[in-house]
């Protein structure tokens, strides 16, 4: 529907495109990596139908947004945040992150504050940090992040098909959960992603986001699937919710991945019974 400049590339301008839909209290979703904003699909219909503003930007690099290859780093993928709720004067949003857009909601909030949040919603949250380390054995380390990196850069198809699998958890849902055909929907949603930008946003696992939690002073709901193969709820969950206890925390019962996807009517409503009383 639209499209805002976040910067530039040589003799090109950056152009993060979005979609504004519906009247009401804004909800802006952020989506995870590889995807874009048509993966919020599934929570598009029932928050229109709840009465909220919806809008769903694609991420640098995603969907149809400009295939940048500079600022694939947390500092500017918020103040790309920052530059659509500034230009389209959202107040009153709630913030919402899936995954990789956790990130984006954290270093948000931790550079530009809440001033214009009402809320913030974390699904399957890389917060507070995805690294390796004594208090998070299963987290990712350099070794892990320069194989994907590998891996995409052998045979990027190859690779995202077999991701899907633990995405989604195919061996368990695909049939029930998931058709084939919303697999090979979203499939073709990450092979159409930038290349570039898909092998470029692993080395932002690493990051650390602490010190943008200690920033959180709005209500918060945390998500987080129980057999998320990709970020684990004990290494990322349990550990979301331990830096912000003040949080409204919710587990989705045998929840890959994408829940959103697979698990729509237990995430949706929990989704609109905090947008709807978040205290």
């Not at 874009?36 to 598009?44: C, G, I, V």
């Not at 994907?148 to 098909?161: E, G, S, Y």
């Amino acid at each position: 529907m639209g499209t805002i400049t976040v910067g530039n590339e040589n003799s090109t301008p950056i152009d993060v495109y979005y979609e504004d839909l519906g009247a009401g209290r804004p909800v802006v979703l952020l989506s995870g990596w590889p995807f874009d904003a048509r993966s919020w699909e599934p929570q598009l219909h029932p928050l229109l139908d709840a009465g909220y503003r919806v809008v769903t930007p694609d991420r640098r690099g995603f969907g149809r947004s400009s295939a940048a290859t500079v600022g694939y780093d947390f500092d500017t993928l918020s103040a790309d945040v920052d530059v659509l709720l500034r230009e389209l004067d959202l107040r009153d949003a709630t913030l919402v992150g899936f995954s990789l857009g956790t990130g984006e909601v954290a270093r948000y909030i931790g550079r530009f504050g809440t001033e214009r949040l009402r809320s913030a919603v974390l699904m399957e949250s890389l917060t507070p940090g995805f690294g390796k380390a004594d208090d998070n054995p299963s987290g990712v380390d350099q070794a892990g992040i320069d194989g994907v990196q590998q891996a995409i850069l052998d045979d990027r198809f190859a690779w995202l098909t077999g991701m899907m699998g633990n995405f989604l958890n195919l061996d368990d849902y695909q049939g029930t959960l998931v058709s084939e055909d919303t697999v090979r929907a979203m499939w073709s949603a990450g092979a159409s992603s930038s290349p570039y930008a898909t092998w470029a946003c692993p080395q932002m696992w690493l990051e650390d986001f602490r010190s943008d939690l200690e920033r959180f002073d709005v209500p918060t709901l945390i998500t987080h699937g129980t057999a998320d193969r990709i970020l684990s709820i004990d290494g990322q969950g349990h550990r979301a919710h331990d830096a912000l206890p003040a949080a409204r925390y919710v587990e989705i019962d045998g929840g890959p991945h994408i829940n959103p996807v697979t698990h729509t009517a237990e995430v949706n409503r929990e989704l609109l019974r905090f947008l709807a009383d978040p205290s």
